[in-house]
């Protein structure tokens, strides 16, 4: 293996290594932190049900976002959905060997890297010319609108110019990362671009904004059923205190019961 | 103090994202709360020496008792969504009142101290230091935000700023810069009862004038009863109810609704306010501690029924929090003694609490008031849906309820009713500028700037449609409309409960022997009278 491959080889392990157990902690540290009140946000679902589909709606059509601006929305949505079917085509060099027949199917979705570009370049435009937005970005904003940006566009690159990659051996570095048996990848600058961007990507995951994505889901606003008169809903540590009678201010103001 | 000059906001046509004034609302935040008023409620008056450790220790405690803070602090992508969604900022055009931006006030600091990149690349992701400007800007701008949730319900990721401004609040009194106004009006709240520090002999005097005054005015004996054992209503009202003008009217209105159901109710002079403040300055003990003694009063007066008074914020304390803090709701599990003692005794048929407004609902659905409209026929109404009822509760159990009911009970009394634009009511209401602990006179500033897209709207529909009145259910939201209102050359008068205006319509038309029955006559009588109801 040339020495580029093992860097590279090396790079995609540590990040996802970071990722799995960067990602696990943050969720781990979402999960156990205590929700003590009911705080659902209107419009409230009164059922489980309700709320199961308030989240779906907003992790999948950004229905709040789109209440809320028309352009973040139109830019961020045709982002996130073109990155998604881009994701999905890109399962196709992770997986050994022949692909099954589904994966015909997606492969126009190769268009959706121009959705996604898009997408990103409006969001960019904003942060720079808006002032609001201006006015809350910090550098790293900038800096990973850019990182997408370039991922997105050397990605681009490879698949509509003439300047493709060998995407047989592309999958041959992709799916030996998967089964451990590795080999060498292309060294075209696009691809080594492209796929270093993306381990950084990873790697600074449960580091940064992007944690929105495990986030929303843990949002109690958003996740929780407005029952707060027919449940009685307690914390761990509410109810401790409960039982233990605490009266802080017993001095000053008479004790619990 | 030296008021500030500052000028009055234009309303303009249509309500317009303003330019950005950086600092233009910079200052040195509501007067703060001196040892008098901080160690009651446990806290130390005037910045302690090592604030700095104590503060960031404080966050870390918060962070990691309240997912809510965690969430929002690591989520948020700056998106841009709620920068123009906050009244304080369309009032004020300083940048800090944009909700991202006052989260960052709390979020830079928290990346600071307990995150990777902050700790090590700060001026990448914007991490600041916690220093004497930092804080001077929390204690400001953290006193700028009414706690109204609107930016909320825009926000992709329902990322709460109330939740941030709250948890702010907390650490700022923990490290000893409370405010005056909540910190104070709680230690009335939590030692007298309520947040007046009217007494028990006082509050009993203003109950017999007003039984007086409303016999003389309007012919029949409603009662205002104080501490009756064994009422079937225990009512938990904001003590502005008692004396404030125009929220006695509407005490007026609800004592004629029970005096008309023929339903026995009482106040307490224990647990004689609804208004919360703990909410406001973040800490659940506190306000766990006001709540308890609504579960005091409601045990020792062994009612059947809690019932809640026009009042936004202590709407969401009862409808959201109480169950959890107190156990005055239903539903707990039948290991949970604590909540199953109060809840055995309270009437299951009943939402419990229930909003004054779902019980006059609800009586005008079985027909049991009568009413002569005609009474409000020079008024033409509008609804101001109130923060807290609007976007952290429900009434009547479906989707919505908080806002249809308090319209349904309006035009039932009203034959003018006219909504104001649909972005500024409803979830997406603006707040009356009031909110959250920021009704004293020392911001009045931020006050009246904040008041500036609720009073666009309303110019609207006094234009457009002739409105001349201003229906509310909350008593912030009605003291801080009398004191704006003349300022946006409105007549400070226009603002009413809800309730009042019941209250004009209204037909007495109980028989009086009917009050002194026994409670199963009284509903044999009711009964009766419902199919009498159901025939005509």
């Known amino acids: 293996m040339s020495l580029i491959s093992i860097i590279f080889t090396a790079l995609f392990y540590i990040s996802l290594f970071i990722f799995i157990v960067g990602m696990g902690r943050k969720i781990r540290q979402f999960w156990i932190t205590p929700v003590p009140l009911k705080i659902p946000i209107a419009p409230t679902p009164l059922t489980q049900t309700g709320a199961i589909f308030k989240m779906i709606r907003e ?65 960019l435009a904003r942060r720079i010319f808006v002032p609001r937005i201006r006015y809350i970005s910090a550098p790293s904003d900038y800096l990973m609108l850019l990182m997408l940006i370039v991922i997105g566009v050397s990605g681009a690159i490879m698949t509509f110019t003439s300047n493709h990659t060998d995407i047989m051996m592309v999958k041959a570095f992709a799916s030996g990362l998967i089964i451990f048996d590795w080999t060498n990848l292309p060294t075209e600058i696009n691809f080594l671009l492209h796929l270093f961007l993306v381990l950084v990507l990873l790697a600074i995951f449960p580091i940064s904004k992007l944690l929105h994505v495990p986030g929303i889901f843990f949002s109690p606003t958003l996740n929780q059923v407005d029952n707060a008169r027919k449940k009685r809903h307690v914390s761990s540590w509410a109810l401790k205190q409960e039982k233990e009678n605490t009266v802080k201010l017993e001095q000053t103001i008479g004790k619990d019961e | 103090m030296a008021a500030k000059e500052f000028d009055i906001p234009e309303l303009p046509t249509y309500i317009e994202i303003p330019e950005l004034t950086p600092d233009v609302m910079q200052g040195e935040g509501p007067f703060k709360a001196v040892d008098e008023f901080q160690n009651p409620l446990g806290f130390p008056g005037g910045k302690v020496d090592n604030w700095k450790e104590v503060a960031i220790e404080k966050m870390g405690d918060l962070k990691s008792k309240y997912r809510s803070v965690q969430v929002f602090l690591d989520s948020c992508v700056k998106c841009g969504a709620c920068t123009d969604k906050c009244h304080y900022f369309l009032g004020s055009s300083d940048p800090k009142n944009m909700p991202v931006a006052r989260q960052d006030l709390f979020r830079s600091v928290y990346r600071r101290y307990f995150t990777f990149a902050g700790k090590h690349f700060p001026k990448l992701v914007g991490a600041k230091d916690l220093d004497d400007e930092m804080i001077d800007d929390w204690y400001n701008y953290f006193h700028q935000c009414s706690q109204c949730r609107r930016c909320s319900v825009f926000c992709p990721y329902g990322i709460d700023t109330a939740e941030i401004s709250m948890a702010a609040r907390e650490v700022l009194d923990t490290i000893g810069l409370g405010q005056k106004y909540c910190n104070q009006i709680l230690g009335k709240a939590l030692t007298i009862g309520n947040n007046l520090g009217l007494p028990e002999p006082a509050l009993r005097d203003t109950l017999l004038d007003l039984e007086e005054e409303v016999e003389e005015d309007f012919g029949a004996p409603v009662k205002f009863p104080l501490d009756i054992k064994g009422s079937e209503i225990l009512l938990i009202t904001p003590s502005a109810d008692f004396f404030a003008e125009p929220h006695i009217d509407g005490l007026i209105g609800y004592g004629k609704v029970f005096y008309q159901d023929g339903v026995s109710w009482t106040l307490s002079s224990y647990a004689s306010e609804g208004a919360n403040f703990g909410m406001f300055i973040g800490s659940y003990d506190i306000m766990r501690k006001a709540a308890l003694r609504i579960r005091k009063a409601a045990l020792d007066l062994e009612v059947s029924r809690v019932m809640v008074g026009e009042c936004g914020h202590a709407w969401r304390v009862a409808y959201s929090f109480w169950n959890t803090l107190s156990g005055v709701g239903a539903g707990a599990q ?132 002739g409105v001349n009145t201003l229906a509310a259910i909350c008593a912030i939201c009605k003291s801080q409309f009398s004191k704006v209102l003349p300022k946006f050359d409105f007549d400070p008068y226009m603002i009413v409960s809800v309730h009042q205006l019941v209250s004009a319509a209204i037909i007495l038309d109980k028989p009086q022997e009917a009050i002194q029955m026994s409670e199963s006559q009284t509903e044999a009588t009711d009964a009766i009278e419902a199919k009498e109801a159901e025939t005509e």
């Open chain 1, 59 to 123: 992790v999948t059509l950004f229905e709040s976002l789109f209440r809320s601006n028309k352009w973040i929305w139109l830019f961020g949505f045709l982002f996130h959905f073109g990155l998604l079917l881009v994701l999905v085509r890109h399962l196709r060099y992770f997986i050994p060997g022949d692909l099954p027949e589904v994966f015909l199917l997606i492969q126009p979705f190769k268009y959706a890297a121009f959705a996604m570009i898009i997408g990103l370049a409006g969001l």
């Open chain 2, 334 to 465: 039948s290991v949970d003694e604590y909540a199953l003692k109060l809840q055995n005794q309270l009437d299951d048929r009943y939402p419990q609490p229930q909003h004054i407004i779902e019980y006059t609902y609800d009586l005008i659905q079985r027909g049991k008031l009568n009413f002569d409209k005609s009474e409000n026929d020079e008024r033409t109404v509008t609804f101001h849906d109130s923060c807290n009822v609007a976007r952290a509760t429900n009434m009547g159990g479906i989707e919505g309820g908080q806002f249809i009911l308090p319209r349904e009970v309006i035009k039932a009394v009203c034959n003018n009713y006219v909504d104001m634009e649909r972005s500024t009511i409803k979830e997406a209401t603006f707040c009356c500028g009031g909110g959250g602990g920021l009704l004293t006179d020392d911001l009045m500033e931020i006050r009246i700037k904040g008041a500036m897209p609720r009073m666009q709207a309303l110019k609207q529909v006094e234009t457009n449609d």
